[in-house]
């Protein structure tokens, strides 16, 4: 299963919604994580089930989609949000993860 | 604390083989899957490997495939990578990450990472 982000590249600024995009390139169900990864430290669980909330996660943050398209949603873009985000499908033990999504500052 | 600390990186030449920990703290160890990602300079997230709570369950991408072993030791809380004919693609830092529910072997995304340990494979 390969999974696939966009953009690769994403620029804005503090307030902003951004929404980024991962497809699968076959039916997952729900079996879908968001990850996000700061430089030096360890990634962080942000969604998984493709919409659930992962603990101390901040409600800025939202997963949805089912299948092959999935969506994460930033509301309104914090300082510590700038990070790359990764989506991750767990359908099978193959935890294939997508190639990431840069969140710049604009 | 709930941590993983990984240790055991470092200079390998090409060929050789490099054996990684994870050492697991604040939680009940033996009743979590645990796996290895790892990520390339300037490259995405990989995962690795995967073994089950039991050892029933154990999992590899085909890029490490007959070459890396995974196992655990629970009375040591302990998760450990075996690498073997290592090459310069292996060249990462390696984290270890449990598995979101405990109890079971069904995959599950990763819920607690380590810091992770940096491996370089260079002559």
């Known amino acids: 299963i390969q999974m696939t982000q966009s953009p690769s590249t994403l620029s804005a600024s503090v307030g902003d919604r951004v929404s980024i995009t991962c497809r699968a390139s076959?039916?997952?169900?729900?079996?879908l994580a968001w990850y996000q990864h700061k430089p030096g430290k360890a990634p962080k669980l942000l969604i998984y089930?493709?919409?659930s909330l992962q603990s101390g996660v901040p409600s800025t943050f939202s997963g949805s989609g089912l299948g092959t398209e999935f969506t994460l949603t930033i509301s309104s873009l914090q300082p510590d949000d700038f990070a790359t985000y990764y989506c991750?499908?767990?359908?099978?033990?193959?935890?294939?993860f997508g190639q990431g999504t840069k969140l710049e500052i604009k | 604390e709930v941590q993983l600390v990984e240790s055991g990186g470092g200079l390998v030449k090409p060929g050789g083989s490099l054996r990684l920990s994870c050492a697991a703290s604040?939680?009940?160890?033996?009743?979590?899957?645990m796996n290895w990602v790892r990520q390339a300079p300037g490259k995405g997230l990989e995962w690795v490997s995967f073994?089950?709570?039991?050892?029933?369950?154990?999992y590899y991408a085909d890029s490490v495939r007959g070459r890396f072993t995974i196992s655990r030791d629970d009375a040591n809380t302990s998760l450990y990578l075996q690498m073997t004919r290592l090459g310069a693609e292996d060249t990462a830092v390696y984290y270890c990450?449990?598995?979101?529910?405990?109890?079971?072997?069904?995959?599950?995304?990763?819920?607690?990472w380590g810091q992770g340990t940096l491996v370089t494979v260079s002559s």
């Open positions: 089930q493709a919409s």
């Open positions: 604040g939680f009940t160890f033996n009743t979590y899957s």
């Open positions: 073994i089950s709570s039991t050892t029933d369950y154990i």
């Open positions: 990450a449990r598995g979101l529910v405990s109890g079971t072997t069904t995959p599950s995304p990763f819920d607690l």
């Open positions: 991750q499908h767990y359908n099978t033990y193959t935890y294939t």
């Open positions: 076959q039916n997952i169900g729900y079996w």
